[in-house]
């Protein structure tokens, strides 16, 4: 007896029970995400009252300026969710706002993963003073793509049809 279902990978689910089991999956994921670039944030804010921010040149002002512009951006976008939820929350298109979500958070880890390169680029520019600092932050932000972006790409496009 087929049922429609012999061949098909994936759950049994109405439209609505898969956008609402997605918008829980996503409200995990950001929450791990907010909860980074939030405390990145709120250091990044201190720096400018601190004596030490007096003494930096005017390439590592500017870092620190991006950074912190970068970091309010990606705070942003990683809220973001949560405010469009609350916004059409009751309003029948939960599909909807589970893609906009979606693209929300995707654009706050970029945006977290520029905010991250730039604090490390500072920090330890002003830590170390070396020539060599450029080439670790290159290296730790390849690390942070194939973690965040090309193993995943890769899982999706291996294992899925």
């Known amino acids: 007896m087929d049922d429609g279902r012999a061949g098909r990978r994936g759950r049994d689910e ?6 609402d089991r997605m918008w829980v999956e996503l409200l995990q994921e950001v929450r791990v995400a907010q909860m ?29 300026i991006v950074t912190v512009i970068v970091g309010a951006a ?6 973001g969710p949560v405010s469009l939820h609350r ?8 599909p909807q706002a589970v893609e906009w979500a ?5 654009v706050g880890l970029i945006l977290l993963l520029v905010t991250m390169a ?3 680029l500072l ?9 060599y600092v450029p080439w670790i932050v290159a290296g ?5 793509v194939v973690c965040w972006f090309l193993l995943p790409l890769w899982t999706r496009r291996r294992y899925t049809e």
């Open 140 to 144: 730790i932000v390849v690390w942070y």
């Open 123 to 131: 920090i330890l520019r002003v830590a170390t003073h070396d020539d």
């Open 36 to 64: 980074g670039v939030q405390i990145l944030f709120g250091f990044l804010l201190t720096v400018v009252f601190t004596s030490k921010y007096d003494d930096l040149t005017a390439t590592d002002r500017t870092i620190y």
């Open 102 to 106: 979606s693209r929300l958070t995707l």
């Open 87 to 94: 916004l059409v929350s009751g309003r029948r298109i939960k």
């Open 14 to 19: 109405t439209p609505e029970e898969r956008a």
């Open 74 to 79: 990606a705070t942003g976008a990683l809220i």
């Open 118 to 120: 730039s604090s490390l």
